[in-house]
């Protein structure tokens, strides 16, 4: 790859082609329940500083870090029942951006209204399944994609988030990845652990584009041809996620050197403790680093996570050798650069934007053995069957990510039946 195309892919900023793309789709960027709780919180998002904040009267906004009269931090904003109020001057934006007063204008100069003239940048905020996301492009916005097991019931849904310090490029080529969880998630914890053992290795590949980005299906020395990694197989999501049925992980452009991941997470409650309704989506951040600096690497998705800033800020794809294991990151690389020419040359939508309401009832994506995330069964049955299918669920740990806060933790527990209702201590 020369220099120049991979510019193209990694640079996130306003008037750059992948930025460009990139502001046509919703990015999911905070939990609704942190949202709730601060107020007001500093957000980064395609190279842009933003402020999030929920009105009194329970609306959202996203709009400029810097107030448009002279420039103050509106973190320190006041918050109004209908927007978000500098605390300098006390100049009040709605959501929309536009400003609702000016204190002291309003009073020494009430024809001439300034406000009317003001209008601070601000971009469309909406709700799904516990986060608030942002759209950035032009107008007409297209929908929120609800992902089919956004639609699934009696589930305890989490939001986990991690800073990672580089390009979201590289981390979402790890979605189209089936060789690293034979080395990076299984012989190399083998090597960490000191066991020595390793795990079956990769004998086919292969890789599909479709509608809503590209899918790769994988036999290995364990599995056939009939086995749901190969009939089914996983989804990288276009155009910044994994997509895994019971979780979908994003990977957004906190800038070019900075990438927030989101992860939303579903358990399905044990039959005994349905109807499961969740008031609050909890949500927490796990750190990618130890007390001692040193980068975690105990968790499937702290793994990823090494690997991502072990490629380097910004991976330099120049020195890159490719082989037939990375013809997913291949299609995904071509299908980028369509999609940014097409969003360049004004040719119309990128791929995979849903504008269609009546579709987006339920889009539905192919997920490995559904009905262990979906059917009604007791934690022993659930555990029972994903120990079969090599799918460990159910645990009283978070099995993905490091740091799951304690009350999150008893949360899902007591969620899960596995401990009562008023218990204090976790398992
Ligand atoms: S700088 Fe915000 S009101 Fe003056
Ligand atoms: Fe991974």
Redesign the pocket.
Known sequence: MRAEQNQRFTQVGPGTPMGELLRRYWHPFAAVAEVDELGVKPVRLLGENLVAFKSKNGSYGLIDR???????D?LNGIIEDDGL???????CFASSGQCLE?PFEDIANPKARFKDKIRTKAYPVEVKAGMLWAYMGPQPAPLVPNWEPFTWANGFQQIVFADVPCNWFQCQENSCDPVHFEWMHRNWTSVLKGDGSYGPTHLELAFEEFEFGHIYKRVREDTDKDNPHWTVGATALWPNAFFLGDHIEWRVPIDDENTLSVTWMFHRVPADREPFVQKRIPYWTGPVKDAYGEWITSHVMNQDIVAWVGQGTIADRTQEHLGKSDWGIVMMRRAFEADMKRVEAGEGDPKAVIRDAEFNRCVELPIKHKELFTASMTLEESRRLGDTLQYRINRPDYQHQVGQPEAVKREYQIAMGMIPEDATETI
């Open positions: 810097q107030c448009p009269h002279r420039r103050a509106m109020r500098c605390s300098y001057h006390g100049w000016q």
